[in-house]
């Protein structure tokens, strides 16, 4: 029997939108903020689609937003679908209790197709299930290192407080944090962290952020990581102070201002 794998062929207009958008990776964590990661993705779209003229060689080129989701992210995304007020209301009709933890992959793709009708062309989802079953023998992608080598900035939005002390110490035991260890840091990471108020003002959450910033901080192009504090607010939780993750407008906008720079100072990436 012939051992020879086959590989998927990409298709001309594949290779193009690939080579030619801007490739933004969003990394979604277990805070309560997850809730909002579909408006963050929509106003990163929304906001960082003007760069694309001005930077991309194609017509018609697009920014695309890859979103990566840890566990715990995926509980409060699954919770997100049938928030109040979420503009994917449609989904209720088909998880009117909310969604299990295997029904979030799927739920993706309803999502996307439904906004876009087209999934290829806005970006994927992934999770720690999709490393390895891209991963099953040598020679095979590799997710990991496959998101890192095609985005053109990472944004962790939110970060919790077992992500950023997983960052600041270089642990990488899954998805997420294996795109940041392995992160190549001339390119831009933005990190919004979201967490309870004294989660916040735990001296531990300083340190990890000033070890993320001295280790990674300072790149050719200019500051390397850029931290978008969180801001205060009744919490989910119902405790009141500093803690909520900034408003998804604030981080698109972020983005856009760094990947501007990026762009600028010629650094961005040779595909
Ligand atoms: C209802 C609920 C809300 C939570 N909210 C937060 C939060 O806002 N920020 C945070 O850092 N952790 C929060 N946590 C705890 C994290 O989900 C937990 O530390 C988890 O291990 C994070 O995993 P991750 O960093 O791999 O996503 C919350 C947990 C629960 C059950």
Redesign the pocket.
Known sequence: MSTKKKTYKKTKKENDDDRDGIHVLLIV?????AIKWWHVRRDIIECVQSLVSETTRREGALVRVHAVA????KRFIGAGLVEEGHPEQFLHKYYPDGCSMEEIDGIFDKLVANAYGSRSLLGSYYNDTSEWQSWRNRGDAVTHIDLRNKADICVIA?C????LA?VANGMCD?L?TSIIRAWDFSKPLLIAP???TH?WQNPITKKHIDAIKKNHGKQPFGDGVYFLNPIEKTL??GDSGV?AMCEPKTIAKKVKEVLKKYFETGRARKK
């Open positions: 964590t277990g805070s309560v903020a840890t566990d715990a992210a939110p919790s407080a077992n992500t997983k899954n997420a979201a967490m309870n989660m989910a939780c803690g």
